[in-house]
């Protein structure tokens, strides 16, 4: 027989057999019909995407003399290497397919695995669900396993569906099951880091911050010891750094995707064994308890905003002051990277524009850098949720504070925090290169007004964002989808030769590719009312809707 018994902290699942994994099948279940639209987008599209791009190979480099001599100058360029990671064999298909895409893959499925087990653990607590199917048959184990499992399904799903596309493509085999594993086995190490930060964490948002700033750092290394010879063993401290280190299509490395699956099965464990450490809805890194007054510092929305998105804040301003200093660094080596083909430069100019290859470098960089700012945009919007679900926003609008009064503080470091990591990545990025190249002046204006330019695109993606959350709260998270849609299409399409139908769907597409490009103001007034849109509709929608 089978009985609910409590603590006073809690309430205890207990079943006959004391199984702790009971409910866990019933809790699948429940979280693939909640990720029944997502999911399979994530699958698709991160799985199908390599082989698009396999596609364009024998355009780019026609003849052999051309395929011979791109290990030799792409291979060799710090700067590429910074951005896609070591290059071990350009000259077929499959290995330019692993080199172009061996790193940004893995990177976007770990963030796909961090939200999934994140969604269905931390934030669960979060809402209050998960003490109330603990207080029935549901072991203490079985909702972790249950998010573990969900997420897994999803990476092995997008590594198999990558493999058997890259197969029907007319690439390797072997190198083709590489890939897809290695990539599979990298989203796994970071189910094993959600794992982990949903115990540490006292709140989602938390535990999601801790696990991509992890992620952030791992990038980082590998990034750091794939550009410097000297320090290249960085990368090996690097999940991402393992998964290029496969080797697909380039004479594979089946070994190193045991110590992907070995850091997998270690942080899952870990996270399995912190977990009876701590009660529903607490964690382990507790939250400090406040003055019993507020400060007055803390007497007005905008100042509890800035307590609330500080944080975050400050973290991401460090993250793209190194990123710029980094490319900044490296950008005067691009000039002699693809030789004699002019398909490859035409794929570079495509990305950045069309006048010389340094700068279409630099203007690469200023959207990439631009498209991540957009991730923290829809962080920042979706704080607002947080604070809404966790009952703090019904209690300050039972005050004097009206909701839009409520709102207007938080959308101000939604946009211009968001400005603020623009600013601070071009101002980096200039001052490094123009010292590099003796034009300090020159290259910091460029850079800065190459950074702003980019601005009204990030923030349609915050204005997409502020309109679901006002609109359709229920459906907040799908801002993450959005935003990564427009990344995937940005960065991926023109090198896949994709319809300009397709391209036109991403707001970055439609910003001047500066510095090399002539500045065109419509495109940027256009996109600047696109995002006063979405923001208006938003406020209305919030005005409108129930609270909670």
């Known amino acids: 027989m089978t009985t609910p018994t409590a603590t006073l902290d809690r309430p205890v699942a207990v079943t006959g057999n004391g199984h702790l994994l009971a409910g866990t099948r019933h809790l699948v279940r429940l979280a693939l019909r909640r990720d029944r639209i997502v999911l399979p987008i994530w699958i698709l599209v991160l799985g199908v995407i390599a082989s698009a791009g396999a596609g364009t190979y024998e355009t780019l480099y026609a003849t052999q003399a051309q395929r011979d001599s791109l290990t030799a100058t792409m291979g060799s360029n710090p700067s590429l290497t910074l951005l896609y990671g070591p290059a071990f064999d350009l000259s077929t298909a499959g290995g330019f397919t692993a080199w172009r895409y061996g790193t940004f893959l893995p990177l976007f499925l770990a963030l796909v695995c961090i939200f999934t087990v994140t969604r269905h653990t931390r934030q669960e607590e979060d809402t209050g669900r998960q003490e109330l199917l603990s207080s029935a048959v549901v072991g203490r184990y079985a909702p972790l396993t249950a998010a573990v499992i969900v997420a897994g399904l999803g990476s092995i799903a997008t590594g198999l569906v990558m493999a058997l596309s890259l197969i029907g493509t007319g690439l390797p085999a072997a190198g083709s099951f590489a890939f897809g594993f290695s990539t599979t086995l ?114 007005s929305p905008l100042a509890l905003a800035w307590r609330l998105h500080r944080g975050a804040l400050i973290g991401w301003l460090i993250g793209f002051a190194v990123m710029g200093a980094l ?72 005050t004097k504070v009206s909701r839009l009064r409520w709102l207007a503080g938080h959308l101000v470091f939604v946009l211009l925090g968001t400005a603020s990591l623009v600013v601070v990545s071009g101002f980096f990025t200039g001052l490094l290169h123009g010292l590099r190249i003796g034009d300090l002046g020159g290259q910091l204006s460029s850079m800065l007004g190459a950074s702003l330019a980019q601005l009204p695109a990030v923030w349609v993606v915050a204005g997409a964002g502020v309109a679901i959350f006002g609109i359709v709260p229920q459906f907040s998270n799908l801002a993450w989808a959005l935003a990564a849609l427009f990344v995937l299409i940005s960065m991926f399409g023109p090198i896949a030769n994709v319809g300009q139908a397709v391209l036109n769907v991403s707001p970055f597409q439609h910003v001047p590719k500066l510095p090399g490009a002539e500045f065109t103001a419509t495109p940027l007034i256009w996109l600047g009312l696109i995002a006063v849109a979405l923001v208006g509709a938003g406020l209305v929608g919030f005005r409108r809707r129930d609270i909670g």
């Open 186 to 299: 990298a989203g796994f190490v970071f189910i094993g880091v959600a794992a982990v930060t949903a115990q540490l964490a006292e709140y989602s948002r938390t535990a999601n911050g801790i696990a991509t700033a992890v992620l952030g750092v791992t990038f980082l290394l590998r990034a750091l010891g794939d550009a410097a010879r000297d320090v290249h063993w960085l990368s090996w401290l690097s999940p991402i750094g393992w998964s290029t280190q496969v080797r697909a299509f380039a004479d594979e490395r089946w070994w190193v995707l045991g110590l992907l699956a070995g850091a997998a099965v270690l942080t899952c464990a870990f996270g399995y064994w912190l977990l009876p450490k701590r009660d529903i809805g607490m964690s382990l890194m507790a939250a400090r308890p406040g003055p019993a007054e507020a400060s007055p510092g803390l007497r």
């Open 327 to 398: 490319y900044g660094s490296l950008a005067a080596g691009i000039g002699d990277v693809v030789g004699d083909s002019e398909q490859a430069r035409q794929m570079f100019q495509r990305l950045g524009g069309a006048e010389g290859l340094q700068a279409a470098f630099l203007a690469a960089i200023a959207g990439i850098i631009a498209m991540i700012a957009s991730f923290y945009a829809v962080q920042a919007t979706l704080r607002m949720r947080s604070e809404e679900t966790a009952v703090r926003v019904e209690p300050l609008l039972a």
